[in-house]
């Protein structure tokens, strides 16, 4: 009797581990359900948050199509530690442009740093291309000229 009681308890906290895994893993994934909402959940993680295993989980395998973007990130992190300043990444609307599994998402980013009290920035146009495997993800990145 014992042994039913034990079995039946470790089945139940085996159901239950397993059931709050999944709901953990669908609450704290990132929202990867269409391109411009991936690109945005990108750019957060990887602009603003600089969240690099967080930018990880939305990027396709091969990141090498967005060292442009990475370039842009060091360079902004160089530029805060020679002058003691943060400098904070913005964007608005992304324009989608969809075709079957791939887009093409286009976005203004504002990167703006206070100078004595003053708001400095620049725009600059971006150009991300996602394709959708088992999600969206972000495969390439490239500053629109």
Known sequence: MLTIVVS????LCLGGTSVAYVLYDRYT???QSAPDIT???Y??????D?????????ACDDTSKMAELAALRADLIERENRF???FRVKWGKLDVREQGDRAEVLVDLTIG??????IQGDRQS???VTERHDKWRVCEASRVK
């Open 43 to 48: 750019l957060q993680a990887y602009m603003s």
């Open 84 to 86: 003691q300043n943060t």
């Open 126 to 128: 971006w150009r991300f």
């Open 29 to 31: 994934s990132p929202d």
């Open 8 to 11: 039946v308890v470790a089945v």
């Open 39 to 41: 690109v945005n959940n």
């Open 113 to 118: 740093v206070s100078v004595n009290r003053v």
């Open 50 to 58: 600089r969240n690099d295993v967080r930018a990880q989980a939305l």
